[in-house]
């Protein structure tokens, strides 16, 4: 970014699959009580099907910004892009 180039990045979100699952309040404990933290290790429960799904959909994201014959740009008057675009 600080060399003026877009990037991707794409969340998870926060919205589970399951209706009885709040992936919010997941998300957010997870991230205050595992995070960096000695516990956040290979370990803890993985929904490996929906960590393929994602790995998925990253590529085939990543692979439709490759393909695309234009270069990705900021959007006129976004602050990343006024700030550490090209000029």
Sequence with gaps: MRQGVPSVFISEGEQARDPNVDA????????????????DDMNQPMNLDASVQFMQMDFLVGYDVAQNPQRPKWRPGDFFGETFGKK
């Design 24 to 39: 919010k309040k997941f998300g957010e404990e997870w991230v205050a009580k595992r995070y960096h933290s000695p516990s």
